[in-house]
T-cell receptor, first 116, second 112 residues
């Protein structure tokens, strides 16, 4: 079974600085999708960024970028120029592209605090 | 842009009662997913539907059932509610060729 591990239960960063959240996963599949979702105090699940495993280029969305290391099964999220509104729980999620199941498998989450 | 709509947003029930949660996917999305998130937990997959047919099933109790209707909205029916069913229930939708699941705001269920 696929598993997703986020080894940092909590992280903190100063406003305007950069922080990296870690995520590793375990799968025997060769093709899959990886996601980072943000859950602020409102508890809405908001997509931050998506990576297709067959793409070697790391995904980027404005201040958010990933470091995808397929061989190491690592998928970290870098937040640059951190803002107070970035404070939230961040979930890493995995989804295979084949095999019938489309469910997202989530990590336990990392709570990010942004200090002014 | 239109988002996933869930109703009700909050629900309080007594033990052994029933509850029905509704989900209206983003227009032209044909796949709906249900997740349950307990306090301090990550979301857990319950069940999904594609074109009104069940496409996958996760750790959904037998007391729960769900379906997708002709207009693609979905309902999660929960019977014989237990205290442990108190959680945030998310619906997410997806439309091909996109691979991303977009989440609704969730329904907060409290069982007393």
């Amino acid at each position: 079974a696929q598993t997703v591990t986020q080894s940092q239960p909590e992280m903190s960063v100063q406003e305007a600085e950069t922080v990296t959240l870690s995520c590793t996963y375990d799968t025997s599949e060769s093709d899959y999708y990886l996601f980072w979702y943000k859950q602020p105090p409102s508890r809405q699940m908001i997509l931050v960024i998506r990576q297709e495993a067959y793409k070697q280029q790391n995904a980027t969305e404005n201040r958010f970028s990933v470091n995808f290391q397929k061989a190491a099964k690592s998928f970290s999220l870098k937040i640059s120029d951190s803002q107070l509104g970035d404070a939230a729980m961040y979930f890493c999620a995995y989804r295979p592209t084949q095999g019938g199941s489309e469910k997202l498998v989530f990590g336990k989450g990392t709570k990010l605090t942004v200090n002014p | 842009a239109a988002g996933v709509i869930q109703s009700p947003r909050h629900l309080i029930k007594e033990k052994r009662e029933t509850a029905t949660l509704k989900c209206y996917p983003i227009p032209r999305h044909d796949t709906v997913y249900w997740y349950q998130q307990g306090p301090g937990q990550d979301p857990q997959f319950l069940i999904s539907f594609y074109e009104k047919m069940q496409s996958d099933k996760g750790s959904i109790p037998d007391r729960f059932s769900a379906q997708q209707f002709s207009d693609y909205h979905s309902e999660l029916n929960m019977s014989s509610l237990e205290l442990g069913d108190s959680a945030l229930y998310f619906c997410a939708s997806r439309g091909l060729p996109q691979e991303t699941q977009y989440f609704g705001p969730g329904t907060r269920l409290l069982v007393l």
